[in-house]
């Protein structure tokens, strides 16, 4: 792997278009495009601050040494924990359904937001001790899958409480079709639109690596 490799390397483990990149240097995408193709070769003191940038030594990105403080970084991958945090808040709308669908108890809607709470809290915690080279996909991923698993009890209760004034952590049918159709399209629109805008802003920085 030389120079060329190990920008673009650099570049896209963390989500970041050529143009970005440019920004943050201070050239133009044409620039960094010479660079990633061996066409030119980046001045050092833009070495420098891409060094900076990715965390990681001038000497790593010229000859590919890792020091042994950069050997011995956090190398976990951001997205194990998307999934863990996925999971438990997938557990905790199915285990509130369950409960509320046996016994009608407000207990019902705190156990699934405390296992939801749970698994954002091992989301974000595990985020911060992750590799800095994953946090950017790993972000996107968590928010286009949970945004539905999030919303929908929080949702449910609103819905729920206009309308047959019992908390239930999913929505109870009425007698008018309309209102039910109704949150169903404004559940879908928001998490939806959220979800989209992930997804499209991962296509997008693919799209211009």
């Known amino acids: 792997?030389?120079?060329a490799d190990r920008i673009q390397n650099l570049r896209k483990v963390n989500g970041i278009s050529q143009e970005a990149l440019a920004d943050k240097v201070g050239v133009s995408r044409q620039a960094v495009s010479k660079w990633e193709?061996?066409?030119s070769v980046p001045d050092i003191d833009k070495i420098i601050i891409m060094s900076e940038y990715f965390n990681v030594t001038t000497d790593y990105i010229l000859k590919g040494i890792e020091s042994q403080k950069q050997g011995s970084e956090k190398t976990v991958n951001a997205n194990v924990f998307v999934i863990v945090a996925t999971a438990l808040n997938?557990?905790?709308l199915i285990t509130a359904c369950a409960v509320w669908y046996e016994k009608q108890v407000a207990m019902a809607l705190v156990i699934g937001l405390v296992f939801m709470a749970v698994g954002c809290m091992v989301f974000g915690v595990g985020?911060?001790?992750?590799s800095q080279n994953t946090?950017?996909?790993?972000?996107r991923n968590f928010w286009a899958a949970n945004i539905w698993l999030l919303c929908f009890i929080p949702f449910s209760v609103?819905?729920?409480?206009?309308?047959?004034?019992?908390s239930a952590p999913y929505p109870l049918?009425?007698?008018s079709p309309v209102t039910f159709l109704s949150y169903c399209l404004v559940y879908l629109a928001v998490?939806?639109?959220?979800?989209?805008?992930?997804?499209?802003g991962r296509e997008s920085e693919g799209g211009r690596q």
């Open 158 to 166: 609103v819905y729920n409480g206009l309308f047959s004034k019992l």
């Open 37 to 39: 193709s061996e066409q």
């Open 173 to 175: 049918l009425t007698r």
């Open 1 to 3: 792997m030389n120079i």
């Open 127 to 130: 985020f911060l001790n992750s």
């Open 135 to 139: 946090k950017g996909n790993a972000k």
């Open 191 to 200: 998490c939806g639109s959220v979800a989209y805008i992930q997804m499209k």
């Open 90 to 92: 997938f557990i905790g």
